[in-house]
T-cell receptor, first 113, second 115 residues
Framework: AQSVTQLGSHVSVSEGALVLLRCNYS??????LFWYVQYPNQGLQLLLK??????LVKGINGFEAEFKKSETSFHLTKPSAHMSDAAEYFC???????????FGDGTTLTVKP | EAQVTQNPRYLITVTGKKLTVTCSQN?????MSWYRQDPGLGLRQIYY???????DKGDVPEGYKVSRKEKRNFPLILESPSPNQTSLYFC??????????????FGEGSRLTVL
């Protein structure tokens, strides 16, 4: 069964500091990996995704993530946090069975002024 | 505007009173899915549909029913709601129904409280 682990349910950074949100997955076959962001009282929206090809993926709002097969990781980073980045972030995985998608438990990012 | 629309957005009901949460998308997407979001548990998939008349169970289907009679609509039915179904529900759709690479487009959520 596929699974996703997000390390750290809450992450706090200062404005301008590096953002690092961790995601590890379990898989015996190549995964397709996604990061979604949820702002308060809203649905989720896609930040970026990895399907095939380049392992460093760039997304919206300056975020990027690197797929590391050897580490089964897909960590999300942003060089400089902005106040507007405060939100909950979800890592998700799907496999060749297209119907099922598995989400991590989420990481709440707080940005301090 | 491309969107996934859920109704109602907020609902308080009582145990055993049947209810339906509607979901409609205007993007001609093949794939639709329902999730529930609970604190500390992330999103868990309830049911999904790869296309019209094709539905399948997700990870937490107990106590829920779905139907997909039309491509745009995917209602979630709680025949006899119980307090443990109190949750925030999201409907999502994706263009690439038969491939796993498509992003999900989410509705704004329906907050359900069962007393």
């Amino acid at each position: 069964a596929q699974s996703v682990t997000q390390l750290g349910s809450h992450v706090s950074v200062s404005e301008g500091a590096l953002v690092l949100l961790r995601c590890n997955y379990s898989s015996s076959v190549p995964p397709y990996l996604f990061w979604y962001v949820q702002y308060p009282n809203q649905g989720l929206q896609l930040l970026l995704k990895y399907t095939t090809g380049a392992t460093l993926v760039k997304g919206i709002n300056g975020f990027e993530a690197e797929f590391k097969k050897s580490e089964t990781s897909f960590h999300l980073t942003k060089p400089s946090a902005h106040m507007s980045d405060a939100a909950e972030y979800f890592c998700a995985v799907t496999y060749t069975n297209a119907g099922k998608s598995t989400f991590g438990d989420g990481t709440t990012l707080t940005v301090k002024p | 505007e491309a969107q996934v629309t859920q109704n109602p957005r907020y609902l308080i009901t009582v145990t055993g009173k049947k209810l339906t949460v509607t979901c409609s998308q205007n993007m001609n997407h093949e794939y639709m899915s329902w999730y529930r979001q609970d604190p500390g548990l992330g999103l868990r998939q309830i049911y999904y549909s790869m296309n019209v008349e094709v539905t399948d169970k997700g990870d937490v289907p107990e106590g829920y029913k779905v139907s997909r009679k039309e491509k745009r609509n995917f209602p979630l039915i709680l025949e006899s709601p119980s307090p443990n179904q109190t949750s925030l529900y999201f409907c999502a759709s994706s263009l690439e129904g038969t491939r796993p690479t498509g992003e999900l487009f989410f509705g704004e959520g329906s907050r359900l409280t069962v007393l």
